[in-house]
């Protein structure tokens, strides 16, 4: 498997997805302030992997004897729905209080991920039927992690059990995590994707050719979840046809302190949906709503499935 992100030398490299799938390069991040323009840039994204990456931002600033107080708040800016970023930039305060060097909490944090993205696995594994089709949004893989990934995590754990399932891939507009990451990461270990376009979901699911969804989240609170927008779409659509829909989240993107429709929905640039592949798709001026993420209601949800087990919507 592919890195999502690595530390050598007392830098921290981060695989470039912007470029992926067509090519494999790392940006090289010397301090935290470099981290904080990849995680804007989606250089590196997903709530895990950013949460990650924010980790080993406070390592940069310690290494760097900056002032920690300032480099928590500036990370914490980077990106503003996904809880994982907020919670980790507190784990790692919390252990450099404690005299724990942030490197090592960064370090351990990393392995972490990957420990309960494997739990989240094989709990997920429990609601996979043998011959089940199961469509996923966006990208909740390995590339979104430090590894192995929580929806793909779950799909993962189902392919290896053998399984016989088959993956539907939404392409997600507009930055195309669906198409580019998670076909990628299907393809990488010979697991039978499709990609379709975001508004055939909910005619493949009236024709019965979805048995489950499995999404990832940003923030798990009361009253549902946020993940990337089209998420929702997909939802109301799974309730219409009586289709199972998961949410597979660690507990690090529960935020248990405020209600979900409370979450900030980071609105991004009209860029990204004006142009594909750098080139307009209309006039220039054309007046954009680009909202990243969305909110799917907990009553949409049939289980958020979790390192502990599956629970239910909050
Ligand atoms: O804008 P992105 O690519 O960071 O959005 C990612 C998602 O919405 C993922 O589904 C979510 O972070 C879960 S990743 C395990």
């Given at each position: 498997?592919i890195?999502?992100?690595y530390?050598?030398?007392?830098k921290l490299?981060?695989?470039?997805?912007?470029l992926?799938?067509?090519?494999?390069e790392?940006?090289?991040?010397?301090?935290y302030?470099?981290?904080?323009?990849?995680?804007?840039?989606?250089?590196?994204?997903?709530?895990?992997?950013?949460?990650?990456?924010a980790?080993?931002?406070?390592?940069?600033?310690?290494l760097?004897d900056?002032?920690?107080?300032?480099a928590?708040?500036?990370?914490?800016?980077a990106?503003?729905?996904?809880?994982?970023l907020?919670?980790?930039?507190?784990?790692?305060?919390?252990a450099v209080?404690?005299?724990?060097?942030a490197?090592?909490?960064?370090?351990?944090m990393?392995?972490?991920?990957?420990?309960?993205?494997?739990?989240?696995?094989?709990?997920?594994?429990?609601?996979?039927?043998?011959?089940?089709?199961?469509?996923?949004?966006?990208?909740?893989?390995?590339?979104a992690?430090a590894?192995?990934?929580?929806?793909l995590?779950?799909?993962?754990?189902a392919?290896?059990?053998?399984?016989?399932?088959?993956?539907?891939?939404?392409?997600?507009?507009?930055?195309?995590?669906?198409a580019?990451?998670?076909?990628?990461?299907?393809q990488q270990?010979n697991?039978?994707?499709?990609?379709?376009?975001?508004?055939?979901?909910?005619?493949?699911?009236?024709q019965?050719?979805?048995?489950?969804v499995v999404?990832g989240?940003?923030?798990?609170?009361?009253?549902?979840?946020?993940?990337?927008?089209?998420s929702?779409?997909?939802?109301?659509a799974?309730?219409?046809?009586?289709?199972?829909?998961?949410?597979?989240?660690?507990?690090s993107?529960f935020d248990?302190?405020?209600?979900?429709?409370?979450?900030?929905?980071?609105?991004r640039s009209?860029?990204?949906?004006?142009?594909?592949?750098?080139?307009?798709i209309?006039?220039?001026?054309?007046?954009?709503?680009?909202?990243a993420?969305?909110i799917v209601e907990?009553?949409?949800?049939?289980?958020?499935?979790?390192?502990?087990?599956?629970?239910?919507p909050?």
């Amino acid at each position: 498997m592919i890195e999502t992100l690595y530390w050598k030398d007392n830098k921290l490299y981060l695989l470039d997805q912007r470029l992926l799938p067509h090519s494999i390069e790392y940006v090289e991040c010397e301090n935290y302030h470099e981290v904080i323009e990849a995680i804007k840039t989606m250089v590196v994204r997903g709530a895990p992997a950013i949460g990650v990456s924010a980790a080993f931002a406070m390592a940069l600033a310690q290494l760097h004897d900056e002032d920690m107080t300032q480099a928590a708040h500036e990370i914490k800016s980077a990106r503003p729905t996904a809880v994982n970023l907020f919670w980790a930039v507190d784990e790692v305060q919390k252990a450099v209080d404690d005299q724990v060097p942030a490197i090592v909490k960064a370090k351990q944090m990393m392995e972490e991920d990957i420990q309960i993205n494997r739990k989240i696995g094989e709990h997920g594994n429990t609601v996979i039927d043998d011959g089940d089709c199961i469509l996923t949004h966006c990208n909740a893989g390995s590339l979104a992690c430090a590894g192995y990934g929580t929806a793909l995590g779950v799909i993962r754990a189902a392919h290896q059990s053998g399984k016989n399932i088959n993956v539907i891939c939404d392409e997600t507009r507009p930055v195309l995590q669906g198409a580019r990451l998670s076909v990628f990461e299907m393809q990488q270990e010979n697991i039978p994707v499709r990609m379709i376009v975001d508004s055939a979901a909910a005619f493949l699911m009236q024709q019965k050719r979805v048995d489950k969804v499995v999404i990832g989240a940003d923030r798990v609170a009361k009253g549902g979840v946020a993940n990337k927008i089209g998420s929702l779409m997909v939802a109301i659509a799974a309730k219409r046809y009586n289709i199972p829909f998961y949410v597979a989240a660690p507990l690090s993107t529960f935020d248990n302190n405020i209600n979900i429709f409370d979450t900030e929905i980071e609105e991004r640039s009209a860029d990204e949906v004006l142009k594909i592949n750098d080139k307009y798709i209309t006039s220039e001026e054309t007046l954009v709503e680009n909202p990243a993420f969305d909110i799917v209601e907990s009553e949409l949800i049939t289980g958020i499935i979790t390192e502990e087990g599956i629970k239910k919507p909050l």
